[in-house]
């Protein structure tokens, strides 16, 4: 019978998948052989001293206790069980081990019971089990037929379950591959680089949607060609030639609308196909080389700014010395009239001057330095004006055409700088071109857009009038382009230019907020474009130069200059005008004269002069003191003071040097004729003309100076000017003299041996407290003494008109 059930038993278990269904069919063949109440199968947990049954087999009328059991509740044969021991208990009440846990196993059926453990290499790991609700005594063949059972389903459960293993496997791998392969196209779908695969000739055999959003090639018309034969013309053979297996291959690969598109590929080969994976750079491309060309611009920016720095300076400095030169030519001509050698050579050297001063004036316009007078003009009409000037410039070989576009802007821009700039272009075009050829000059009306801007930063969008000047000439090469505004380069030969006139238009036009390009190319000729800011006002009426005969003046003007020989020159020209003439070294030196209530018609003053006072503050104090003073600006280098924005400040007269007396006289002339005029219209009695000054009278003066030559030198300059004299040494001889006689001014130097001066005019104050002082000193500051009166400064070395205007203030 227990054969036959082992029969039955293998066969079910052949038939049956599941685990437990395995376990039950073992469970239900014990419990018919041995008639018990109950059988089953379940797995164990040592840690948690437990038994997991998923199904058992029941007598009619008992109920299931699968689930989970702990062994503890029924009794302490669990340490039985570890040792790998089959537990039997014939009578849970009356064994050692169930004794107090009887009651429990009465309820589940197991007053007699064979636990049969089943182990593998790792221990315990399930248990068979047959429970009666008898007590029961177990015979040796049921322990027999149960291990064998036991061992049997043990196998059959292992069996199974590594079957189920293995499906599960199967099916896992086959889920794997098909999300792999899903995940694989939806990676070749959705990938932003490009992904080709080509045949050992490079045919292509398929390629992935970004190959057609990138380049545009629809795949089916890209499928059968060679990948070759989408690179660009100029990087092909690199491409071609290549090593395939270079991570980083970047060439231009062909769009369908004609354009490039740059293309970082990685290439490999792997069993007769060539996989290339490419990555669409373009614009990593066109920025870097925008942040080069930014970086480039401002590096360019940069060095002009200082090499116009550096000139604004250099002709500052050129200018006085220029100044000196050319007013000392000029008075010198007069001591040479009639000598025709000789005025022949200061006619060369006056010449001379003004190519220097040509010079300088470039270097002012290429350092942004220059004082701009601008006007509202119509560049259009401008132009057409010139024309004559133009044809007489470059000659009768060269064709000229100017373009004029219709409802052309105004722009607002120093009308005499335009002209010089397009008289410099058209003479660099006339010399590109060796004196043949086109020269085409356009104006029009343009618009800066954002993306040009972008390029180009000194620029910024807006609405610009555009003047152009083509010639047909050689061109320049890239080199030669790139240092074309610099100054004093140039590419003619020595003496056939200074390199400036470039630098000049370059300067000029940033000055006056505008922008220029050159656009050239070898034997292709030039272009140079210049954007000139768009004016909404009305044009100005523009008037010519007053070329007049040359007149001067018995006005007196104040001379302040901080350059000993140019004031020296200045003075002499205005005193050969017939000017009176008073001078200051410095803005605080004049004040100090203009304070002194002596009659001034004009002040003539530098713009760049040191000291804390500036010579602008220095107008503003003196016409607050002087209502109907004129005010008449000179400099080389206007350093913003008078200039604001590049332009000369509303009202402001200004010389710019170096000047001809001829220069001089008329501007001169004019700055008093408009104080006049003004002077005209406003109420009678607010001015004091020259005429009205106070007429000079002789002064009683105590000279006191320990050096003998500078006091015989001061002593002969005040006698010349008409004052009474009396000389002291020292201090000590000087204070009995003034307590015996009036003096109407005490000059005394203060660096005297014992008493200094300053303590002389302190005691000189209480004896005479109207007494006018003047110290004579080599320092440029005043010491405070009592009085209502300041004390005055003569600055040393002085000189007869220094001395006058020292008296008079005093």
């Known amino acids: 019978m227990r054969r036959n059930a082992l029969i039955e038993l293998a066969d079910r278990f052949s038939e049956l998948t599941e685990p437990a269904d ?14 018990v109440s109950r059988a089953g199968y379940g797995t164990i947990d040592l840690v948690g001293e437990t038994i997991t049954i998923e199904r058992d087999w029941n007598a009619p009328g008992v109920d299931t206790i699968a689930g ?151 795949a089916r018309e890209s499928v059968g060609r060679r990948l070759g034969t989408f690179v660009w013309p100029d990087d092909a053979a690199m491409f071609l030639t290549g090593d395939r297996r270079t991570p980083d291959l970047d060439v231009r690969f062909r769009h369908l609308d004609g354009s490039a598109r740059w293309i970082s590929w990685r290439i490999f080969v792997e069993e007769g196909l060539t996989f290339a994976y490419g990555r669409d750079v373009t614009a990593e491309r066109e920025q870097a080389r925008a ?68 010079l300088a004036n470039q270097l002012l316009a290429f350092g942004r330095r220059q004082a701009l007078e601008p006007k509202v003009i119509n560049i259009g009409r401008f132009i057409s004006a010139l024309e004559d000037l133009l044809r007489r410039t470059i000659g009768e070989a060269i064709e000229v055409e100017t373009i004029r576009s219709s409802g052309l802007w105004n722009t607002y821009i120093d009308p005499s700088q335009i002209e010089n700039a397009v008289l410099n272009l058209a003479i660099n075009a006339r010399d590109a071109m060796n004196g043949i050829g086109k020269l085409t000059v356009e104006v029009g009306n343009a618009y800066i857009d954002d993306t040009y801007a972008r390029h180009h930063p000194d620029i910024k969008p807006g609405q610009y009038v555009l003047l152009a000047v083509t010639d047909t000439g050689e061109g320049m090469t890239a080199e030669v382009l ?76 104040l001379v302040a200059e901080d350059d000993d020989e140019v004031r020296a020159t200045v003075v002499e020209m205005l005193g050969d005008l017939g000017y009176s003439v008073l001078k200051a070294r410095d803005a605080a030196s004049a004040l100090t004269v203009i304070e002194s209530g002596v009659s001034i018609d004009l002040l003539f003053t530098d713009v760049v002069m040191p000291g804390p ?10 016409r607050e003191r002087l209502p109907n003073l004129a005010v008449l600006f000179t400099s080389g280098y206007t350093e913003n003071s008078i200039v604001h924005e590049g332009r000369l400040d509303a009202g402001v007269e200004l010389l710019s040097k170096p000047y001809s007396r001829e220069a001089l006289a008329r501007k001169v002339r004019a700055t008093l004729t408009g104080r006049k005029k003004a002077d005209a219209e406003s109420p009678a009695g607010e001015g004091q003309s020259g005429e009205g000054a106070m007429k000079a009278r002789t002064l009683k003066i105590l000279l006191v100076e320990d050096d003998f030559l500078i006091r015989l030198n001061a002593a002969d300059l005040l006698q010349e000017l008409g004052h009474d004299i009396v000389e002291a040494t020292t201090a000590e001889e000087a204070l009995p003299l003034l ?70 203030a005093a």
Not at 340 to 350: D, G, K, P, T
Not at 487 to 515: E, I, R
Not at 540 to 551: A, E, F, N, S
């Open 22 to 35: 395995i376990a039950f069919a073992a469970a239900e063949t014990l419990a018919k052989v041995h008639n």
């Open 68 to 218: 989970v059991l702990k062994f503890r509740d029924y009794g302490s044969y669990i340490e039985d069980l570890r040792r790998g021991e089959t537990v039997v208990v014939t009578d849970a009440e009356t064994d050692p081990r169930t004794k107090t846990t009887a009651g429990a196993l009465k309820a589940i059926k197991a007053r007699a019971f064979i636990n049969m453990p089943i182990t593998e290499a790792s221990g315990l790991v399930a248990l068979l089990y047959l429970n009666h609700e008898e007590a029961r005594e177990w015979a040796p063949g049921d322990l027999d037929f149960v291990r064998d059972v036991a061992a049997r389903t043990r196998v059959a459960v292992e069996r199974r379950r590594a079957e189920q293993k293995l499906e599960q496997l199967a099916n896992s791998l086959e889920r794997q591959v098909s999300e792999r392969t899903a995940e694989v196209n939806r990676l070749w779908r959705n990938a932003r680089d490009l992904l080709v695969v080509t045949g050992e000739d490079g045919t292509i055999r398929s390629v992935n949607p970004a190959w057609s959003a990138v380049l545009g090639f629809p």
């Open 291 to 358: 942040l080069a060309d930014a970086s480039e611009q401002l590096r360019q920016a940069q060095k002009m700014e200082a090499i116009g720095q550096l000139t604004g300076g250099v002709a500052h400095d050129f200018n006085n010395l220029l100044q000196v030169i050319s007013g000392n030519l000029q008075l010198l001509s007069k001591d040479i009239a009639g000598n025709a050698r000789a005025e022949q050579r200061v006619a060369n050297a006056v010449a001379g001057v003004g190519r220097g001063s040509k």
């Open 482 to 557: 790139e240092r074309a505004f610099e100054p004093f380069f140039s590419t003619k030969p020595v003496g056939k230019g200074s390199g400036l006139g470039l630098s000049m238009v370059y300067g000029f036009v940033k000055q006056s907020g505008g922008h220029v390009k050159i656009y050239s190319e070898p034997g292709e000729g030039t272009t140079v474009r210049i954007y000139l800011p768009r004016s909404k006002e009305e044009e100005d009426r523009l008037t010519d130069i007053d070329y007049g005969p040359v007149t001067g003046g018995t006005e007196t003007i």
């Open 613 to 622: 006072l500036r010579s602008p503050d220095l107008a503003r104090k003196a």
């Open 739 to 808: 307590k015996t006689q009036a003096f109407d001014i005490l000059l005394t130097d203060i660096g005297l041996p014992a008493m200094p001066g300053t303590e002389l005019a302190i005691l000189a104050r209480e004896e005479n407290p109207a007494i006018g002082v003047v110290f004579a000193t080599g320092h440029n500051s005043l010491p405070s003494i009592p009085g209502d009166r300041p004390a005055i400064l003569l600055q040393k070395p002085y000189d007869s008109a220094a001395v006058a205007a020292a008296l008079a």
